[in-house]
């Protein structure tokens, strides 16, 4: 079981099992979301549960996809494509160790021009 929370501790959630490995993701959508590229793990909707969830707030930023924010310390914390059985929760919102690593860099072509790829992880250019 991992547990995770925004940083002010007002969202929380668990996810059931291991995770599997992280997809970082350079597109102009998830940089603008975070404040720099976007390393998240995929998770079944039925391994997910929030444990509190009232100041969780939904950006939906296309058609199919919303991003989910806590409103009180704007940590952002959830990709939820709307007609998917699965939910994106960012690396960086989860308590103590993952036990996974990034394991793809997706829409590196339109990652941005202070920082360089080097980790020797695939990458693809969308």
Not at 41 to 55: H, I, K, N
Request: hydrophobic share 35%; glycine share 12%.
């Amino acid at each position: 079981m991992h547990k995770g929370s925004c940083l002010c501790g007002a969202v929380r959630f668990v996810v059931e099992g291991d995770l599997p490995p992280a997809i970082a993701c350079h597109c102009t959508k998830c940089r603008k979301h975070t404040g720099h590229h976007e390393a998240g793990v995929d998770v079944p909707r039925s391994a997910f549960s929030l444990t509190t969830a009232d100041p969780l707030t939904w950006y939906r930023s296309s058609e199919k996809v919303r991003r989910g924010f806590c409103a009180v310390c704007g940590s952002s914390l959830f990709f939820d494509p709307l007609e998917g059985d699965w939910i994106g929760i960012n690396m960086g919102a989860f308590d103590g160790p993952t036990n996974t690593r990034i394991g793809l860099h997706i829409f590196v072509a339109d990652k941005g021009d202070y920082y360089d790829i080097a980790d020797g992880v695939p990458q693809n250019q969308q």
